[in-house]
Nanobody, 119 residues
């Protein structure tokens, strides 16, 4: 099992910045990607960005050029730096880790942290 503890989030005005972090514990050796998803009110959960243990990054077109994801492998932590935030970035952000054990692929989720962008 993998446990994910999120930190960061909060409220900010449009154009502002926030940083989210997520630290994994437990069977961290089985993790091959960590990343962030978000879910706005009344919407489906969507990918924001993820990074593999090999350093490959994938991010949503809606955040490219504004959000940066990075991983501190020594601390088992993934960080999402969010700049130039927009009203439409308002959502609950969930940390995600994907693990594989004996070909069994699983998703693990954090508890979610609220990001509110308002003027």
């Amino acid at each position: 099992q993998v446990q994910l503890i999120e930190a960061g989030g909060g409220s900010v005005r449009p154009g502002g910045s926030l940083t989210l972090s997520c630290t994994a514990s437990g069977n961290i050796g089985s993790i091959f990607t960590m990343g962030w998803y978000r879910q706005a009110s009344g919407q489906q959960r969507e990918l924001v960005a993820y990074i593999t243990t090999g350093g490959t990054i994938n991010s949503s077109d809606s955040v490219k050029g504004r959000f940066t994801i990075s991983m501190d492998s020594a601390k088992n932590t993934v960080i999402l730096q969010m700049n130039r935030l927009k009203l439409e970035d308002t959502a609950v952000y969930y940390c995600n880790a994907k693990t594989v054990v004996n070909a069994d692929l699983r998703d693990h989720w954090g508890q979610g942290t609220q990001v509110t962008v308002s003027s």
